[in-house]
């Protein structure tokens, strides 16, 4: 058989249809916005110096992506050019949390540093969050169809064990089959990822992963996201301030002497 050109050759598209989508841009309370710039001001309040701090991004189970609240944990480490992260703290921080509310992202401060972008420390933490949420945040939004080099169709009671060597993948039916289209779920899951910095400038990323059940395959991606705040309502109050300069002098603490690994990542 002669083809005319290459282009006969090519496989077929495989067919793919969205269920849902993940999101675009970063939907924000305006009150955690507020909470996210007072604890840097609070650092350099208690602490009377600019540090790296981190902490998480919450939502709810009803509306996962979006940003209500800003969630501090104790930091593992706090330097005036590194916070450290772990999978770890971010388990036992979200079994701390209420019922309903869960952790949809990870924000911290490069403080008084030039650096207005994610440095290669962080590009670490963004996996070990992404990795963390993605169980409670995966959601089905694609249907992909998968395609099966040499699959062989067998009907139930109808072939012997030899029969099972066929192939690369056997499907046995109650009743005679030719052809099928098998299309895996894609599920998805996001991260928020923001940074911000002493003066209120501020860089934020959406990290997202996609993996089909049965082809196991997995892509992930990130880009840049705007950040869209709403007024639900909950306005920042004096108590508010007073209890995150608590949380502030107890969770947040220079450290003079970090470990040498730690100077080593620097």
Known sequence: MRFRSLTELKRPELREVTLDSLPQSIAMDRYAHRKAFGIGEMVLDVHG?????????????????FITDIGLPHNDLNLQVYAGLSAERIAAFQESLPEGVVINGWIHSHGALMLKDFSHTDERNHEVVLDFVSATLKKPVAKREVAIRDLVFLV??????????????????D?????????????????????????????????????GVLSGHARTSHREAEVVLEDTGRAWSAADMEALREQVAGKISPNKNPPLETVERM
């Open 49 to 65: 110096e600019s540090l790296e701090w981190y902490g998480f991004t919450l939502g709810t189970v009803e509306r996962p992506d």
């Open 175 to 211: 009743a005679p089959v030719r052809e099928a289209v098998i299309m895996e779920t894609v599920y998805g899951s996001f991260c928020h990822a923001i940074v911000v910095g002493d003066g209120g400038w501020h860089h934020q990323e959406i990290h997202t992963r996609e993996y």
């Open 156 to 173: 139930k009671d109808r072939f012997a064990d030899e029969d099972l060597a066929r192939g690369s993948v056997c499907i046995i039916t």
